[in-house]
């Protein structure tokens, strides 16, 4: 098989060779998955529960090492991939209470009794990106598991290690054989042979908008089941009114964690005129006190980009001559390092106010009333994730609706909390991940009536 060789983002040294599933190879998994099915669907719901409260435990007990691997093949600040293994746990222990709740429902009808099953789909596919490795993997895994699915997970190439680890992980806390298969290998191997074979019933997806039209259009050959979290541009809307201390002492988190590679990032600040010039002042403190350096070091709060291709990419968008306000500080030398960069103002039409930039770069945008703000916060393809600052409660409430997103944060900039829904209108993605309701992306109702006729 081919391998690929995974380089620290921040030293640009190898720090393993992966081997790269081929086709075959994907197809020999999916057979096992099929083969794994019947049995799995057939665990009683609390064995199953079990099954997964142990896969949880297997990963608390190897935080420390997944978040080491993260660091070292992502380039993720070290406490921030210890919370990202730790959300893997969490959301493995959420869904581990579902399949003993997974109930359907009983219909009035007439003649007989109506009831409702909520059956497994199959084997389900999750393609996962490469900015978050291990959130996103587990976000799809577990309620797929839960519900009774076989899945194949395909990390990001560049990406592959702790979704490996984790593999095993299932396989020492008792997973049977082919439920849980990771599979590193190219999108257009081994993802492509995930959404063309017929015996994979549904694919989750996250990554770039241009990728997952492609993967719809596949999916519909079979009218195959889809979750798309796809990209995103989103606005953090700052009122005259705000607590402009905390939206401005926050704003940087909310645009450079993870250096930007967040499809939740609040890449757009809206501020209203009158105290934009307020508002530069104390985000520029803010920002220039980001720590950037190396990831390892605890207290390091952003460091490299994934690859030295995506900082040319994130590099375009502030040719010189852009209007930078000012930046924060970045290291010189190895690794695919990028400063913190505050844009402003901008004219509505620069690429780096239009187009997904998913690195740090954010660019600050003067408006006048609430309904401009709406309004320029809703013009663009995307509608992921969001924030707005105001201390005025019929505001909040008035644009946290008005804003065309899946996710809106009032006074702070939470997106991601595995109770709650997650997911994107307009171009951002199609279906939900997440929260209560998870389970029904992988399962299908069946109705069934039963004639209670003499
Ligand atoms: P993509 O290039 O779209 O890749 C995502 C995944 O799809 C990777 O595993 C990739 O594999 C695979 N893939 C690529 N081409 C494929 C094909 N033809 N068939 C099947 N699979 C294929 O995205 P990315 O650059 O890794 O991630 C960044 C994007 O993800 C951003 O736009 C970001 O906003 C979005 N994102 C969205 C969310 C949510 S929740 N909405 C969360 C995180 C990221 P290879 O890497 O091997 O090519």
Redo the contacts with the bound molecule.
């Keep these: 098989m081919p391998a690929f060789t995974v380089l620290n983002p921040a030293t640009e040294e190898p720090v393993a060779e992966v081997e790269q599933a081929t086709a075959a190879a994907a197809d020999a998994a999916i057979a096992r998955a099929v083969a794994a099915q019947a049995a799995w669907r057939a665990v009683p719901p609390g064995e199953r529960a079990a099954l997964l409260r142990a896969f949880a435990d297997a990963v608390d007990a190897h935080i420390g090492e997944l978040a080491e691997l993260e660091t070292a093949g992502s380039g993720h600040p070290a406490g921030q991939a210890r919370w990202e293994a730790g959300n893997v746990r969490d959301v493995l222990r959420y869904y581990s209470a579902a399949p003993e709740r997974l109930c359907g429902k009983q219909i009035p009808v007439p003649g007989g009794l109506d009831v409702t099953f909520h059956e497994p789909i199959g084997v389900v596919g999750v ?6 490795p291990m959130p ?1 993997l587990g976000w799809g895994v577990a309620p797929a598991l839960a519900a009774g699915n076989p899945v194949i997970a ?5 990406t592959p290690l702790t979704a490996v680890r984790i593999g095993e992980l299932a396989l020492e806390a008792g997973l049977p054989e082919g439920v849980f298969q990771v599979l590193a ?4 191997v081994v ?2 042979r995930l ?1 063309d074979h017929p015996d994979v019933r549904k694919i989750v ?8 039209r ?2 719809m259009a596949g999916c519909a050959r079979q009218v195959k089941r889809v979750t798309m ?4 541009k989103s606005a953090n809307i700052v009122f005259a009114d705000a607590d402009l201390e905390k939206a401005a002492a926050t704003a940087p988190v909310a645009a450079f964690d993870n250096a930007g590679q967040d ?1 939740c990032a609040r890449s757009r600040i809206l501020v209203q005129r009158e105290v934009y010039d307020r508002f530069l002042e104390l985000l520029e403190p803010a920002v220039k006190a980001v720590a950037v350096g190396d990831p390892a070091r605890e207290g390091t709060e952003m460091g490299p980009l994934i690859s030295a291709e995506h900082r040319a990419k994130v590099a375009s968008y502030v040719p010189d001559g852009a209007p930078v306000a000012f930046r924060g500080s970045a290291p010189e030398g190895p690794g695919y390092w990028f400063p913190p960069t505050v844009l402003a103002p901008v004219r509505l039409d620069h690429p780096a106010w239009t187009e ?1 930039v ?1 690195g740090p770069v954010v660019a600050v945008v003067p408006f006048s009333s609430e309904a401009q703000a709406v309004a320029m916060a809703n013009d663009t393809p995307y509608g ?1 994730s969001g924030s707005v600052w105001t201390r005025d409660v019929g505001r909040a409430i008035r644009v946290a609706r008005g804003v065309e997103t899946g996710n809106l944060s009032v006074n702070s900039h939470s997106s991601v909390r595995y109770w709650t829904p ?1 997911g ?1 209108f307009k171009q ?2 199609l279906g939900r991940e997440l929260g209560p309701d998870a389970l029904d992306a992988f399962t299908e109702t069946k109705n069934v009536f039963i004639a209670t006729d003499e």
């Design positions: 393609i996962v990106p490469w900015n978050f996103i395909k990390p990001a190439e560049r290998g190219k999108g257009s993802g492509q959404i997806f996250t990554g770039s908008s241009e990728v997952g492609e993967i979290e796809l990209g995103g499809c997904e998913f992921l997650f994107g951002s993605g």
